[in-house]
């Protein structure tokens, strides 16, 4: 929610917050699933809003603690990539094994690491 007034960017970051913001209200309300579009939500976000924490082009206030405010707030539903591969499992029909959820897993976190790699560019 604080990357909502953050100005457009070629990430469209206020659009993905509002993603974000609307899939975390669905997992507040007890939807398991919602958790793996609040994950793939903050991994697409982060581009947009790192290079505004810490790289300038933003004032002090309330730009850049918006941003920080924002990575701050990302860190949980990082941390969540396990159960949101599960959930991801189930959105998409496949079969429920440990060797899916693996997979599953591994392709969000390389999927995390291209992301941040691309903003680097």
């Known amino acids: 929610m604080l990357a909502l007034p953050l100005a457009p960017s070629s990430w ?32 697409l976000l982060l581009p947009t809003i790192w290079p505004r ?7 002090i206030w309330p730009g850049r603690i918006a941003a920080l405010g924002s ?3 990302i860190v949980p539903g990082l941390l969540a990539n396990k159960r949101a591969a599960a959930a991801l499992v189930l959105i ?11 997979r599953v897993h591994a392709g969000l976190v390389a999927g995390g690491v291209l992301i941040v790699l691309l903003s680097l560019l």
């Open 12 to 43: 469209h970051g206020p659009e993905v917050a509002s993603v974000l913001a609307v899939s975390a209200t669905a997992l507040l309300a007890g939807q398991r699933w919602a958790v793996a579009l609040v994950v793939i939500a903050e991994l």
């Open 53 to 59: 924490a810490f790289l300038g082009g933003v004032d």
């Open 71 to 73: 990575l701050v707030a």
């Open 92 to 102: 998409t029909g496949w079969r429920r094994t440990g060797e899916t959820c693996r």
